[in-house]
């Protein structure tokens, strides 16, 4: 885990914006409907690992009501999206010294035991269960094993914006380039095989 302070603003942020959405009557939010329809491309649902406290940080006043917040706020992305869900929490500031597992709004949430980190029982999970995980992290470590172990690693902070686009309907496509500064429009440059698989899993998150 590498809390990130920045992050207790942006949540704050996406909150405000969830409480602004009346999902229980917007087109997308009727009970019974699908998620919307991804007109530029067809997307299956994708398998995410989440960091819980590099995506949350830990500087908040109510910790345990932000942690609320946050699996509120991805159990509505998950109702837009479809995908499926694990959130990590480490044992923070004494939780329980067991670990627990629990499922809540179709998110799967897991508080490691007091002696384990998240960044180790997010391996574990990668090794264990052989899926193709989406592994949201800013931690250099976990990504790079989650890379080793043919696994997506996608920053916290770039996450966290496909979370608030999706909350607020809207779905943005990342091109496969990027253009150079001061080279004009025309000019744009290749992405290496690793940045084509982080911009082809954002547009499928």
């Not at 629990?102 to 384990?116: F, S, V, W």
């Not at 025309?186 to 992405?191: A, E, M, Q, T, W």
Request: proline fraction near 4%.
């Amino acid at each position: 885990m590498t809390p990130k302070k920045s992050f207790k603003i942006n949540i704050a942020r996406v909150a405000e914006l969830v409480d602004a959405l009346d999902l229980g009557s917007s087109g997308f939010g009727r009970g019974g409907s699908s998620p919307p329809s991804r007109t530029r491309r067809e997307v299956g649902p994708a398998e995410i690992l989440i960091d819980g406290y590099n995506l949350l940080g830990i500087y908040h006043s109510d910790l345990a009501a932000a942690r609320r917040n946050l699996i509120t706020l991805l159990s509505k992305y998950r109702a837009i999206r479809g995908h499926s869900i694990t959130v990590v929490f480490d044992a923070y500031r004494g939780m329980d010294p067991k670990g627990r597992q629990m499922k809540e709004g179709g998110i799967r949430i897991i508080y490691t035991p007091a002696a384990k980190k998240a960044d180790d029982v997010i391996k574990e999970i990668i090794l264990r269960e052989k899926r193709y995980f989406v592994v949201i992290s800013s931690d250099r470590q976990v990504a790079d094993f989650a890379w080793s172990k043919g696994c997506v690693p996608v920053r916290s902070e770039d996450f966290l914006k496909r979370l608030e686009e999706a909350l607020r309907g809207e779905d943005r496509e990342i091109p496969l380039y990027s253009h150079q500064p001061g080279k004009g429009k025309g000019v744009s440059h290749r992405l290496s095989k690793r940045q084509k698989a982080i911009v082809r899993t954002l547009n499928k998150l």
